[in-house]
């Protein structure tokens, strides 16, 4: 595997790494979401915060130990170590952490002997170069939200199970239907569809953008893409309203294996939200969003309130 990257300035790697049958042996989630690290997850963290010493060209940044995975930031300063190779770094990592042999915090002193450690990594592992503050910002988030995600899914399992092909009276019949969260939402006769132009700034939508969280607050639900600006800022919005429900669609499939934003999690887990997509299975997301697949969600959302109007 060969990544082509400027190999200049600092570089920002988000690195995630499963144990091998995704074993729990690296931490517990305690009730307050905060964790418990177990022997092998100590001795992750000692080689994890070793790496600066090891390559000064390295900042050991943001990290979150899992039960069964791990979350890491790296920083490189490629103008400090040009010819570092993150491939090469990620399988080290491994190969030392599951060896035991890394750090004096998990020998039991210095001079003493690795203890063994119950740790086998996946041989696959998951990896994003950050471009920008902006996904910088959101890499951040999700790893210092990372426990609580889990443990609202621990403790709301049902709300984050993938519904496959639901039927009911608001929606096409002829199209497939998949959906993650409350799914009594679509039996509300009073979900609207919320839909604003991109022509528009968010400031010249206030005044719409107010009707849409009032009728939230008297129990009406908005039902959105909430991709553009103005909708971004609707659902922004509708998240701080605390009794406010919404249904998010999604213009391409919804995967088998979905993994929410930290922020869509807790929602889902208040039983808030619905996240629905009318597409089948071959419409996945590739990185970007088809226009047309915008239209067409659109344009469902709009017959999807239409017959709940009819069913009052």
């Known amino acids: 595997m060969h990544l082509k990257l400027s190999k200049s300035g600092k570089k920002f790697f988000f690195i995630t790494l499963c144990t091998e049958g995704r074993e729990k042996t690296l931490s517990r989630i305690n009730d307050d979401a905060t964790i418990a690290l177990m022997p092998a997850g100590e001795a992750i963290v000692n080689e994890w915060r070793a790496q600066h010493?090891?390559?000064?060209a390295l900042t050991a940044s943001n990290f979150v130990i899992m039960p069964d995975h791990v979350h890491l930031l790296l920083i490189v300063d490629y103008d400090k170590s040009p010819d570092f190779d993150i491939i090469d770094w990620i399988h080290n990592f491994t190969a030392t952490t599951a060896s035991g042999s890394s750090a004096a915090g998990a020998t039991g002193g210095s001079g003493a002997l690795p203890?063994?450690?119950?740790?086998?990594?996946?041989?696959?592992?998951?990896?994003?170069?950050?471009?920008?503050?902006?996904?910088?910002?959101?890499?951040?988030r999700y790893i210092k939200l990372n426990p609580a995600r889990a443990l609202w899914k621990i403790r709301n399992p049902d709300r984050f199970i993938r519904r496959a092909n639901i039927r009911h009276a608001v929606l096409d019949e002829t199209r497939r239907w998949d959906a993650l969260g409350?799914?009594?939402?679509?039996?509300?006769?009073?979900?609207?569809?919320?839909?604003?132009?991109r022509k528009k700034?968010?400031?010249?939508?206030?005044?719409?953008?107010?009707?849409?969280?009032?009728?939230?607050?008297?129990?009406a639900i908005p039902v959105s893409g909430f991709i553009s600006?103005?909708?971004?800022?609707?659902?922004?919005?509708?998240k701080a309203e605390p009794l406010a429900r919404f249904i998010k669609?999604?213009?391409?499939?919804?995967?088998?294996?979905?993994?929410?934003?930290?922020?869509?999690?807790?929602?889902?887990?208040?039983?808030?939200?619905?996240?629905?997509?009318?597409?089948?299975?071959?419409?996945?997301?590739?990185?970007?969003?088809?226009?047309s697949n915008c239209l067409l969600m659109n344009d469902l959302i709009t017959a999807m309130c239409t017959r709940a109007a009819t069913l009052k």
């Not at 409350?182 to 132009?197: H, K, Y």
């Not at 600006?229 to 509708?238: A, D």
């Open 182 to 197: 409350d799914l009594t939402l679509i039996a509300s006769p009073f979900i609207f569809p919320v839909r604003l132009t």
């Open 229 to 238: 600006p103005g909708e971004k800022e609707v659902l922004r919005r509708l």
């Open 115 to 140: 203890r063994p450690l119950a740790l086998r990594w996946e041989p696959h592992f998951w990896l994003v170069l950050s471009f920008d503050s902006r996904q910088l910002s959101a890499i951040r």
């Open 249 to 291: 669609t999604l213009p391409h499939a919804l995967p088998p294996r979905y993994d929410p934003s930290a922020e869509d999690s807790r929602e889902l887990a208040a039983g808030r939200m619905l996240i629905l997509s009318g597409f089948p299975q071959t419409v996945q997301h590739n990185g970007t969003i088809a226009r």
């Open 53 to 56: 010493a090891k390559n000064a």
């Open 201 to 219: 700034t968010v400031e010249e939508h206030k005044a719409e953008i107010d009707k849409i969280i009032a009728k939230a607050r008297h129990g």
